[in-house]
């Protein structure tokens, strides 16, 4: 048997491309984000793109498809990483027939741009989701970029669902702040279980207290932003009060909050 393999390159192609579709399909596969993707304000579908480029630079820096040493790698791996999660989707869309001849070629490209976001991003983590490669070290700043990475793709599944709208109207004053609290429960305990924490510094509540501080609360800040970010990319927050609109992103930070912590086990 020869010991000739496929070039590096095509076996990371390979494995992002499995990483899209993984991230992608519950997405691809969603009545609400085909919907959304034919009518959604081009403003704010770019705004969105834009807003990930610069997070997905620092994913890749911490974790992509193939190990890079410079920020132009990085670059040109979220690039790369952009144009398997556009091609996986249309293959995808194109498949079950969600596009066809005749669709048009805006709501067909605007649709791509869409579900090419959390796409792309399975892309980028493919090596650490397929592959179960090593991981670099973060510091403070990955830690953050690692959250907010983890709470926009958990928003991005639930944030076209009528479901958080519908949850958020019947939810009064109390269930609301019990939410919140059982959010940064949660949170809490997902941040005591990760490794880099010194067990033996658990038994002082300072270090609890220090931990909550500069991860978990942090974390919810920034999930409780993505939400908002969000719901008005989508356009749930049209029309709605001020009020309404708070309570739908409380109740979207409950699975954007668990995924900016669980993230920090993950990747």
Not at 175 to 202: E, G, K, R, Y
Request: glycine share 8%; net charge negative; hydrophobic share 55%.
């Amino acid at each position: 048997m020869g010991n000739s393999s496929l070039p590096p390159a095509w076996i990371g192609i390979g494995r992002a491309t499995g990483g899209a579709l993984i991230f992608g399909l519950p997405m691809l596969m969603t009545m609400e984000m085909w919907e959304i993707g034919f009518f959604i304000d081009p403003l704010r579908l770019m705004e969105l793109i834009w807003l990930s480029l610069p997070l997905w630079v620092g994913v890749s820096s911490i974790v992509g498809f193939k190990k890079t040493k410079t920020l132009y790698d990085d670059i040109v791996d979220v690039l790369v990483a952009y144009a398997i999660g556009f091609i996986t989707s249309f293959v995808v869309l194109l498949v079950l027939g969600i596009i066809t001849s005749a669709t048009g070629p805006g709501e067909t490209f605007s649709m791509l741009l869409l579900q090419s976001v959390p796409a792309s991003l399975g892309a980028l983590l493919a090596r650490s989701l397929i592959s179960g490669e090593e991981q670099f070290d973060a510091d403070y700043q990955h830690e953050l970029i690692i959250s907010i990475t983890g709470s926009l793709f958990l928003a991005f599944n639930l944030a076209p669902t009528e479901e958080i709208i519908l949850v958020s109207y019947q939810m009064g004053y109390w269930h609301i702040c019990a939410l919140v609290l059982f959010t940064l429960v949660v949170m809490q305990m997902f941040t005591l279980s990760n490794p880099d924490v010194d067990p033996a510094s658990l038994q002082y509540w300072k270090s609890h207290w220090q931990l909550f501080v500069r991860f978990t609360s942090t974390g919810y800040v920034l999930a409780f932003a993505v939400s908002l970010l969000m719901l008005w990319v989508l356009g749930r927050t049209d029309g709605e009060s001020l009020d309404n609109v708070i309570n739908s992103a409380m109740v979207l930070s409950f699975p954007a909050g668990i995924g900016a912590a669980a993230a920090r086990l993950l990747v």
